[in-house]
């Protein structure tokens, strides 16, 4: 019994930590680098090939293509709602610009760390 009860607490432990360890890894988003308008929210898009757009609408022309990025957040609003079978459905939008300055473009909240509407980011 002894030895039963020894090799489930080690299965039991070994699997807490492959859990956690996974949990951790996955939900992590690096740093954001330095240089970012400190007056703005930084936000992180955490998909990859996401397309940032002129306009709120996902038939609006694509101005620039980012993966597991970090941008300036100007504002968000509503804008066309967007469904992703992976992740689900949002219709707010991100105006973001590049750390380093850029024209304005729109990325849906699905795709940026933070949720339906991201916190910090004001309304348009």
């Known amino acids: 019994m002894k030895r039963l009860t ?5 299965a039991l ?18 740093a954001a680098p330095s240089g970012g308008d400190p007056t703005l929210t930084d936000v992180y ?8 757009r002129q306009h709120p609408t996902r038939d609006s ?3 620039a293509v980012r993966s597991t990025y970090w941008l300036d957040a ?3 609003k509503r804008g066309e709602y967007v469904h992703d079978p992976a992740v689900g459905g949002n219709s707010w939008w991100t105006a973001v610009q590049e750390f ?6 729109w990325v849906n909240n699905l795709y940026l760390r933070g949720g339906e509407k991201i916190a910090g980011v004001p309304d348009c």
């Open 45 to 52: 898009i955490w998909a990859t090939n996401v397309n940032l």
């Open 6 to 10: 020894r090799h489930s607490v080690t």
């Open 61 to 63: 022309n694509v101005l």
């Open 13 to 30: 432990a070994a699997a807490a930590l492959a859990v956690g360890g996974l949990a951790t890894t996955a939900q992590a988003a690096p």
């Open 100 to 105: 380093s300055g850029s024209d304005i473009a």
């Open 74 to 76: 100007v504002c968000q």
